[in-house]
T-cell receptor, first 113, second 117 residues
Framework: AQSVTQLGSHVSVSEGALVLLRCNYSSSVPPYLFWYVQYPNQGLQLLLKYTSAATLVKGINGFEAEFKKSETSFHLTKPSAHMSDAAEYFCAVSGAFNEKLTFGTGTRLTIIP | NAGVTQTPKFRVLKTGQSMTLLCAQDMNHEYMYWYRQDPGMGLRLIHYSVGEGTTAKGEVPDGYNVSRLKKQNFLLGLESAAPSQTSVYFC????????????????FGPGTRLTVL
């Protein structure tokens, strides 16, 4: 069984500040991990994914995430927030050859001008 | 290449009415999924399909039925709508046999906003 916990349903950061969105997972098998972004009134778009290769994963729009097995974490970061980053972000976990994803409850990111 | 499309985009129903949501994908994906999204609850899987003619229940299947008669289409039906089914519904697809991917990155449609009065 797999699960994901996203700490903080709402996060606010100032424009230009560091963005840190937290995700912790639980998995009985080696996990594959994903971050998705959802802009208002749109579907989900893949930001990045970890599939057991490099533990530091770079994604689109300057985001990256680091897989830390010892901490069962996959936190999402961006060095400098931009107004266009305002959206909802979802962490998700799957196992190899597992056709289903388990999503976290999401974190809404607000950027303060 | 349209990706994943959903029809309709918006719908308002009265309690007890029925409707069908259509999802179509043009990526030759094997797997398709229906989710509902409610505030504070993330995405919850309703039903999914791992191939034409096969379907399986997800986390919240009650009150919904699905069919996958063609590989590219996945239909979600509400036989007797209830206010608790007011939600945003997303379809997704994944896994191309040709690509041979082990990990199941899912591609999402734009969503259908359903209100049941």
């Amino acid at each position: 069984a797999q699960s994901v916990t996203q700490l903080g349903s709402h996060v606010s950061v100032s424009e230009g500040a560091l963005v840190l969105l937290r995700c912790n997972y639980s998995s009985s098998v080696p996990p594959y991990l994903f971050w998705y972004v959802q802009y208002p009134n749109q579907g989900l778009q893949l930001l990045l994914k970890y599939t057991s290769a490099a533990t530091l994963v770079k994604g689109i729009n300057g985001f990256e995430a680091e897989f830390k097995k010892s901490e069962t974490s996959f936190h999402l970061t961006k060095p400098s927030a931009h107004m266009s980053d305002a959206a909802e972000y979802f962490c998700a976990v799957s196992g190899a050859f597992n056709e289903k994803l388990t999503f976290g409850t999401g974190t809404r990111l607000t950027i303060i001008p | 290449n349209a990706g994943v499309t959903q029809t309709p985009k918006f719908r308002v129903l009265k309690t007890g009415q029925s409707m069908t949501l259509l999802c179509a994908q043009d990526m030759n994906h094997e797997y398709m999924y229906w989710y509902r999204q409610d505030p504070g609850m993330g995405l919850r899987l309703i039903h999914y399909s791992v191939g034409e003619g096969t379907t399986a229940k997800g986390e919240v299947p009650d009150g919904y039925n699905v069919s996958r008669l063609k590989k590219q289409n996945f239909l979600l039906g509400l036989e007797s709508a209830a206010p608790s089914q007011t939600s945003v519904y997303f379809c997704a697809s994944s896994y191309s046999r040709r690509a041979g991917k082990q990990f199941h990155e899912q591609f999402f449609g734009p969503g259908t906003r359903l209100t049941v009065l």
